[in-house]
């Protein structure tokens, strides 16, 4: 009996000690995926400041009666705790507003708000250099089958380049629920905006 008991013990001891080392892995692996810039102004128990500077917005075309046209907001953030300037965060905070037939003075767009940490901005930018590059080959080589080039975030954040035969080439937005198009005309447009909220991070090295 006393053998009996001691194997359960023993194997309940172990099944915990999975369980705590699979959650742990999980936690790990959650906190990878989650922006550095998310995770510090999420914190609680400490004073943050943060500095929203002045996003670029970038409007969707759509503007048929009782369509009220999606919109995706590109701004500079930094953040950090009083007496810590020189370890400030930065990055870039993406609001996405849904495009969105108005039903009723009930209905309302989907919204959603994504951060970038400054490395991965910048990896949006380049991104973006690729999707004009590519966009231009299309151009001249159009492709017979439709083609998504897509660029995706840590937080839930998507660019994509979309080649329709029908619908053309298209910019895609998605943050979380929220999404919109802008056509491929407005790829010069979406790098000026990057490219000014890059300089601005820039600017606020210190």
């Known amino acids: ?29 959650t906190a990878e995926n989650v922006p550095v810039l998310k995770q510090f102004i999420g914190n609680t128990d400490i004073v943050i400041v943060k500095h929203f500077f002045m996003p670029v ?10 369509i009220n046209p999606g919109h995706i907001d590109l701004g500079a ?11 400030r965060l930065k990055g870039l905070r993406v609001e996405v507003v849904s495009t969105y037939v108005e039903l009723n003075a009930y209905s309302h ?22 999707f004009k590059q590519v966009n231009g080959t299309w151009v001249t080589n159009p ?9 995706a975030s840590k937080d839930d954040f998507r660019i994509s380049l979309l080649r329709d035969a029908k619908m053309g080439n298209t910019l895609f937005f998605q943050s979380g629920n929220a999404s919109f198009a802008l056509p491929i005309t407005e790829l010069d447009n979406l790098q000026k905006g990057m490219d000014s909220v890059l300089q601005t991070l820039k600017n606020n090295e210190k």
């Open 109 to 130: 767009p989907d919204k959603h708000v994504s951060f970038l940490d400054e490395d991965e901005a910048r990896d949006m930018a380049t991104a973006l250099s690729y």
């Open 77 to 87: 953030l930094v953040a950090y705790q009083p007496g810590k300037e020189s370890s």
């Open 1 to 29: 009996m006393k053998r009996i008991v001691c194997a359960l013990v023993l194997l309940s001891v172990g099944l915990v000690g999975c369980y705590r080392r699979q959650v742990s892995e999980f936690q790990q692996k």
């Open 57 to 66: 917005e970038l409007v969707s075309t759509d503007r048929e009666k009782y």
């Open 143 to 151: 492709p017979s089958d439709n083609v998504e080039v897509m660029f």
